[in-house]
């Protein structure tokens, strides 16, 4: 560490650069040591960190990187490591229902596909990332809508909405019903509301670092997909759901 820059600015960078390689965190003992910095300056930069978001304590007295500098990891590779991190768990998914499995995103007030995993057999139903899917249709839309804001929701629903299909819910009513039932079950199901006979289930998946909320979804031919449990395909959802969320913060 003799060659690092050692200003103000070149010992936060340090301090963060370490940190980066260290997801369950570092005390700062660990930092000081690791930084070859005295553990007063350390202090004296992490209360900086973290004022301005860039670093985060944990109960465990631990630091770790803060949300701002996940959010601009995020933006910088168009959230390259999550859909890394969710390669793995789609695979799980397709592999276990023989359905297409796929991840996405809240882009302003719509759904945006990030990434998917597609069975190879034959006949198969497949969604490619970048279409994008209304919030009060789609099982992925459903879902973020629950997980968002009450004023977020107020805002949404004085927008105009078109039924897709003959089982599409406009009414602010029945919208806002769904939402609490969404709420409650944690998690959403399409059944032929915006592609015509498909069945669809989603669950959130919580990035801690950044507090952005994404979807995790499988879906197929209704008249395929409706003969296996509803219980079971939430109950392998949310699981799955839960392990992508622990990978996001490295663990397991």
């Known amino acids: 560490m003799s060659n690092a820059d050692d200003s103000p600015f070149g010992r936060a960078f340090r301090i963060m650069e370490t940190l980066s390689a260290h ?15 005295v553990v007063a300056t350390v202090h004296r930069q992490l209360n900086t960190l973290i004022s ?9 007295k631990a630091f770790v990187l803060g949300e701002r500098m996940w959010m ?22 397709a ?32 969604v490619q990332p970048g279409r994008g899917m209304p919030l009060y249709a789609a099982a992925t839309g459903k879902i973020l809508l629950a997980q968002s804001s009450d004023s977020f929701i107020d ?23 769904e939402i609490g039932d969404i709420r409650s079950r944690q998690v959403a199901v399409c059944n032929n509301e915006f592609d015509p ?8 998946v ?17 008249d395929r997909f409706s003969t296996i449990d509803r219980g079971t395909v939430e109950t392998q959802l949310l699981n799955a759901a839960h392990r992508l969320s622990l990978s996001l ?3 397991g």
Not at 73 to 92: C, E, F, R, W, Y
Request: overall charge negative; glycine content about 8%.
């Open 249 to 251: 913060r490295g663990i």
């Open 52 to 60: 301005v978001g860039a670093v985060r304590k944990l109960n465990t």
């Open 206 to 222: 919580e990035d801690r670092r950044t507090g952005i909320t994404y979807a995790l979804a499988v879906f197929g031919l209704a």
């Open 23 to 37: 997801p369950d965190g570092l005390t700062l003992s660990e930092i000081a040591a690791a930084t070859d910095l």
């Open 72 to 93: 601009m990891a995020s933006q910088m590779t168009n959230g390259a490591d999550i859909t890394h991190s969710a390669a793995p768990v789609l695979k799980d998914l």
């Open 95 to 126: 592999d276990r229902f023989g359905e297409t499995a796929f991840l996405a995103r809240l882009v302003g007030q719509t759904v945006e596909v990030m990434s998917t995993c597609t069975p190879t057999a034959f006949g198969q139903s497949f």
């Open 155 to 177: 805002d949404y629903l004085t927008l105009p909405r078109k039924a897709f299909t003959a089982n599409t819910k406009v009414e602010e009513a029945d919208i806002r019903a």
């Open 197 to 204: 006979g498909i069945l669809s289930y989603a669950a959130a």
